[in-house]
């Protein structure tokens, strides 16, 4: 790590829902900055740990995770790895040795069991405020990928942040997460986090050709419901993604020109302009 002393933004993206984005998003918007030349972190607080397996590759298991430091038996600046791009996959770039490496806290499906003990310490919520405190200084943005409910490890990411994302589909029962998302961080903000901010809403795997009643109804009704102003640039359905992911590269790496990437460039940058 340098030395440097830096403003550092944690974020949180965050859904009521799976399969809306969170990984991909958090992965794709990271990858983003990195090569903007920011400092970046991303942490992994998913049980399902697929945003570790996005970045080491499949059947890579880590002796320690997120688990054991909110846990209390590891630093989190003993577990920090940093993402290095599989070989073999399309668009292949030598990699720039002046940009910062990305650089993420893996998970494991073990996080499950670590779940009980964790909430039972004395003010559990902030212990991964606490955790992220001795690193913050040296990143510029630090993004937590939580699980799709609203229980534990999303709590303590949303006590952790300075502000959160909610990636959506506009598909049915899209409106219930995102208002369950946005009244679950009210209440972090009331008692926990007066400092959190919404940041704002996108959608993911977004058709802007497919105009069926559902698709316009999820879309005009999350609209409306909590405001033009909180609405982001969207992202397009694109097969690049999930290949990515199979390849364990970022977009950024694999496809650099596709759509996603594309759509994830505008949203970064819109996120950019919103951040305090």
Same mark, same amino acid.
């Given at each position: 790590?340098?030395?440097?002393?830096?403003?550092?933004?944690?974020?949180?993206? /965050?859904?009521?829902k799976?399969?809306?984005?969170? @990984?991909? *998003?958090?992965v794709?918007?990271?990858s983003?900055l %990195? /090569?903007?030349?920011?400092?970046?972190l991303l942490v992994?607080?998913?049980?399902?740990?697929?945003? @570790?397996?996005?970045?080491?590759?499949?059947?890579?298991?880590?002796? %320690?995770?997120?688990g054991?430091?909110?846990?209390?038996?590891?630093?989190?600046?003993?577990?920090?790895?940093?993402?290095?791009? %599989? *070989?073999?996959?399309?668009?292949?770039?030598?990699p720039?040795?002046?940009?910062?490496?990305?650089?993420f806290v893996?998970?494991?499906y073990?996080l499950?069991?670590?779940?009980?003990g964790?909430?039972?310490?004395?003010?559990?919520a *902030?212990?991964?405020?606490?955790?992220?405190?001795?690193?913050?200084?040296y990143?510029?943005?630090?993004?937590?990928? @939580?699980?799709?409910?609203?229980?534990?490890?999303?709590?303590?990411?949303?006590v952790?942040?300075?502000?959160?994302?909610?990636?959506a589909?506009?598909e049915k029962f899209?409106?219930?997460g995102?208002?369950?998302?946005?009244?679950?961080?009210?209440?972090?903000?009331?008692?926990?986090?007066?400092?959190?901010?919404?940041?704002?809403i996108?959608?993911?795997?977004?058709?802007?050709?497919l105009?069926?009643?559902?698709?316009? #109804?999820?879309?005009? @009704?999350?609209?409306? *419901?909590?405001?033009?102003?909180v609405?982001?640039?969207?992202?397009?359905?694109?097969?690049?993604?999930p290949?990515?992911?199979v390849?364990?590269?970022?977009?950024?790496?694999?496809?650099? %020109?596709?759509?996603?990437?594309?759509?994830?460039?505008?949203?970064?940058?819109? #996120?950019l302009?919103?951040?305090?």
């Amino acid at each position: 790590m340098d030395n440097q002393q830096r403003t550092c933004r944690v974020v949180a993206v /965050t859904n009521n829902k799976g399969g809306v984005g969170k @990984t991909s *998003s958090t992965v794709a918007i990271g990858s983003i900055l %990195q /090569t903007m030349g920011y400092r970046v972190l991303l942490v992994d607080l998913d049980p399902q740990a697929n945003m @570790t397996t996005h970045l080491a590759g499949s059947g890579v298991e880590f002796e %320690q995770h997120i688990g054991d430091v909110l846990a209390g038996s590891a630093s989190i600046q003993d577990l920090v790895m940093t993402y290095a791009p %599989q *070989s073999g996959a399309a668009d292949e770039q030598a990699p720039d040795e002046a940009t910062p490496g990305l650089d993420f806290v893996p998970s494991s499906y073990q996080l499950n069991l670590y779940e009980k003990g964790i909430t039972k310490k004395a003010q559990y919520a *902030s212990l991964l405020r606490q955790a992220l405190r001795p690193i913050r200084p040296y990143y510029d943005f630090i993004l937590l990928d @939580t699980p799709p409910t609203l229980q534990t490890y999303t709590l303590v990411s949303l006590v952790a942040a300075d502000a959160y994302v909610i990636p959506a589909e506009p598909e049915k029962f899209s409106y219930d997460g995102v208002k369950a998302v946005i009244e679950a961080a009210a209440d972090v903000k009331d008692m926990l986090n007066p400092s959190l901010e919404l940041l704002g809403i996108f959608f993911t795997r977004y058709n802007p050709k497919l105009r069926n009643s559902t698709h316009d #109804l999820v879309v005009s @009704t999350i609209t409306s *419901s909590f405001g033009e102003e909180v609405m982001l640039p969207n992202v397009r359905k694109d097969a690049a993604m999930p290949k990515a992911q199979v390849a364990a590269r970022t977009i950024m790496d694999f496809a650099p %020109q596709s759509n996603s990437a594309i759509d994830y460039h505008a949203l970064t940058a819109e #996120l950019l302009t919103r951040l305090p």
